[in-house]
């Protein structure tokens, strides 16, 4: 009986809703009406009193016009905001169910993932936007700078978009022995050729990203700054940094004997092999901040490993990023 009543009273208060503009129409109508008959028929006027009526008339007319605008928009803002609001609902809700995919399809801290997962996760990190800080520690950079490059030539248009990339490799300008050359007792030693390609290798991929600066300023998709570093170290450990957020780690784990073929042209001979380190299909470890404690602990160690040797690297000069050319002097 009470749900009735409700009903009952909800279907009135719609009904007198519905009524409510054209009963305030038409009683303004009839005021306006009376007021011009009592301008010209003249019993009306004395009956209404002299000759006032006229103006009232017309200043009914206009309240009757202003109060339909009134209403008419009102009406339209009350649509507009109900549109707005429902919108606004269904934005929040699918930003959610990305945020919950992404949450479900992204590596979670500690997890074991491949180069292609990084790849992707630097590719979010820089459409998002904003300032952008991607910092690496590795063998050649080639494992960065290639994949790199592409992402940053397929950027959308963004002028606020920071970049800033930082690489640490080694110098291998000084003497090393992993990477090096094996000898006929199968011990290790400095390959002084070898390191000459090496250096040509950072020297072209530390190009390859440089060449963007101007490009992603020129189509509007931001501001790009590369900084190559050299520190004499055996490459072992490969660091790549997020912002402060993320870092993935892993080691060169795959060493590949091969010949030297600009030591010697019989491949089989063994004062002819080299020591080399292979790490681009290497497993890695991510840690996030929302990883619990124990990830942010590493991140914290690892950005403190990485910015001990930062500082105290060397800048990549042309003495440190190409060997002399032959005959120069």
Request: charged share 25%.
């Amino acid at each position: 009986m009470s749900d009735a009543r409700l009903s009952w009273s909800g279907r009135l208060a719609a009904g007198w809703g519905c009524a409510e503009s054209f009963v305030t129409r038409l009683f303004l109508a009839a005021v306006f009406v009376v007021g011009v008959v009592a301008q010209f028929v003249k019993p009306v006027g004395d009956a209404l009193q002299d000759k006032v009526y006229l103006g009232g008339a017309l200043l009914t007319v206009v309240g009757y016009v202003l109060y339909a605008e009134v209403q008419r928009l009102h009406a339209a803002h009350r649509s507009q905001r109900e549109s707005e609001e429902a919108l606004g609902g269904v934005v929040r809700r699918l930003e959610g169910e990305v945020q919950r995919l992404n949450a479900v399809l992204r590596p979670r801290a500690g997890d074991v993932v491949t180069p292609r997962d990084l790849e992707r996760e630097f590719q979010e990190a820089l459409e998002a936007g904003g300032d952008v800080r991607l910092t690496v520690l590795g063998f050649t950079g080639e494992t960065f700078a290639t994949p790199l490059r592409t992402i940053l030539q397929g950027l959308n248009r963004d002028p606020l978009r920071t970049v800033s990339l930082r690489v640490l490799v080694p110098d291998f300008t000084k003497e090393i022995e992993v990477p090096g050359q094996v000898g006929a007792d199968g011990k290790v030693s400095d390959a002084p050729r070898f390191r000459e390609q090496l250096r040509h290798q950072i020297a072209e991929h530390e190009s390859s990203l440089k060449s963007q600066i101007g490009r992603m300023a020129l189509a509007g998709r931001g501001t790009l700054t590369v900084e190559f570093r050299v520190l004499h170290m055996s490459p072992s450990l490969k660091l790549y940094f997020i912002n402060n957020d993320v870092v993935y780690e892993g080691i060169y784990d795959k060493l590949d004997l091969r010949p030297d073929l600009e030591i010697t042209a019989a491949p089989e001979a063994e004062d002819g092999l080299l020591l080399d380190l292979v790490g681009y299909d290497s497993r890695l470890t991510r840690w996030s901040l929302d990883g619990g404690d124990h990830a942010r602990a590493i991140i914290m160690r690892r950005r403190e490993l990485f910015e001990t040797f930062w500082k105290a690297a060397h800048e990549l000069t042309p003495a440190t990023r190409l060997p002399a050319q032959p005959g120069a002097s």
